[in-house]
């Protein structure tokens, strides 16, 4: 069942050009993590457990850590664009590998409409101005403007989102530095009652929800994996840059934690997601240094840009992926040569971004996401745990311990969230029906 990867590497699918190393293989991963997750999850999470989402932050990065590991060795078996919808055809069977890349479409989706009216909201609060129409207006401009660069290729798209992770990491550096004397001075009374603290649910389920959520934030690092086919050397570059960038986040995403709960308490900086959806930047205020604020508000803006740009990348090649297997319209298979880009198929995804932003509604969005992303790490472990022993980099225990603890933490969200991910699941695999009894019926339908 496998195949060397010298010879996967000859046999990927032609169009895509291997451009990225190790460093912007980082750097595209820092940018699809540090953003969404760090400048709002955290709040979100503090309002359900507490205090102890500061350690639900490092489990969060354990989990991560077990998942990461096997997107890795199998990004490197199997270099090519698609990611887990990919792994799951080629070692699980073609139905649970439709159900990855549909689980990833639904739940990037809805992170990167989510990321747009993100960046909207702290571009409209720096300036004063709040009204909803703006702020869904402003979140449409930056999906056609982003959609467009991602269009252009993938060097056009490394340039760009190395420069909005410099920003984002100045800023989050910003953030703890000068923060750091105000945590120091409020840790006593704001991480006094540690696992007792003033969530909505304190216990171990309140816990393990946070947990959940706090996952989501650092699934950036997939984004690595679905770019196979333009990642050098993916063998050995794959695992490295995922080790590398896993790491680098959960020290940032700790250290970011500690300042801003320690700093205002759990409540407070619930209370600052819920009312202002800004939280860093509120409690940046409070460091009686306006410019930090500032400099916050910015590093948010970049960042949701730099979660946006590479959630149309990653997207872009599952529904190219898709499209080559005919789970999707065979035209979103075509790559355009001239830009080495799959331009349909990225055009299709920002429209499909497009239509979720103007919404304008992202109250359950993170949620959601925790269940289906949770889901479809579930199946990339379960594929890696299929793996032939030459093929492997790592033991078996490790993506076992992932497929435990995914399917674990994907039923601690509210009941209704994976309720309706059920349903969608269910809807997908009807409509994955009728798209094979199709291409059988008209081999040649474009």
Known sequence: MSVPATQEKASAPSGLRRVVGVPGAVLMGLGSILGTGIFVSIGIAAGVTGPSVILAVAVAAVVATFNGLSSAQLAASHPVS???YEYGYRYLSPTLGFTAGWMFLCAKSASAATAALGFAGYVLVAVGASAAAYRVALALVAVALLTAVVAGGMSRSNRANTVIVLLTLVALL???GF???????GAGANLEDFFGGNGQDSGASGFLHATALMFVA???YGRIATLGEEVRDPHESIPRAIIVTLACTAVIYAAVAFVAVASVGAGGLADATQQAAAPLEVIARGFNMPAVAWLVAAGAVTAMLGVLLN?????SRVVLAMARRRDMPSRFARVDDQRSSPISAVLLVGAIIA???????VKTTWSFSAFTVLI???LTNLAALRLPPEARLYPRWIPVMGLVCCLGLA???????WASGLVLIAAGLVWHGVARQLAERNPTLD
Request: hydrophobic share 50%.
């Open 355 to 361: 239509g979720l932003a103007a919404i304008g509604s």
């Open 82 to 84: 698609g990611g887990t």
């Open 376 to 378: 479809y790490y579930a």
């Open 174 to 176: 910003g953030f703890v």
């Open 411 to 417: 039923f601690w969200v509210e009941p209704q969230i």
């Open 311 to 315: 959630l149309l990348l990653g997207l």
């Open 179 to 185: 923060g750091l004397p105000t945590a120091l001075a």
């Open 218 to 220: 650092y699934t950036g």
